[in-house]
């Protein structure tokens, strides 16, 4: 069983900057390589932002809307994934979540729109950004 926790939510002003944090713990037997975040927005769907392929090195895909503003990390030794995200909008806010998962074929990529792959879940973690 794998535990997901956020952490570094918060608010904050227009054009600032926060880093959420995710710790995975649980289960090594089989580890997770695919880590990401979404968001969800009162009334709005649910979104994926940024995920990363957790080998050093890994691939990072991330939505065109975030793109040159968030940066997604990942430390294998500490087993937490960052999503860094500066020159933050009002449209950011939402309640992020952290998900992990494991590939089940090696043709398939840990881009956040092959939903399929991601099985565990965070509890969320709220980001409110005001103008």
């Known amino acids: 069983q794998v535990q997901l926790m956020e952490s570094g939510g918060g608010s904050v002003q227009a054009g600032g900057s926060l880093r959420l944090s995710c710790s995975d713990s649980?289960?090594?037997?089989?580890?997770?390589?695919?880590m990401g975040w979404w968001r969800q927005a009162p009334g709005k769907d649910h979104e994926g932002v940024a995920s990363?392929?957790?080998?050093?090195?890994?691939?990072?895909y991330y939505a065109d809307s975030v793109k040159g503003r968030f940066t997604i990390s990942r430390d294998n030794v500490k087993r937490t994934t960052y999503l860094r995200m500066e020159n933050l909008k009002p449209e950011d806010s939402a309640m992020y979540y952290c998900?992990?998962?494991?590939?089940?074929?090696?043709?398939?990529?840990?881009?956040?729109?092959?939903?399929?792959?991601?099985?565990?879940w965070g509890q969320g973690i709220q980001v409110t950004v005001s103008s």
């Open positions: 998900a992990a998962g494991r590939r089940e074929s090696h043709r398939m990529t840990c881009n956040y729109n092959n939903t399929e792959v991601y099985t565990h």
């Open positions: 649980g289960d090594t037997d089989r580890p997770n390589d695919c």
């Open positions: 990363i392929f957790t080998p050093g090195g890994g691939n990072k």
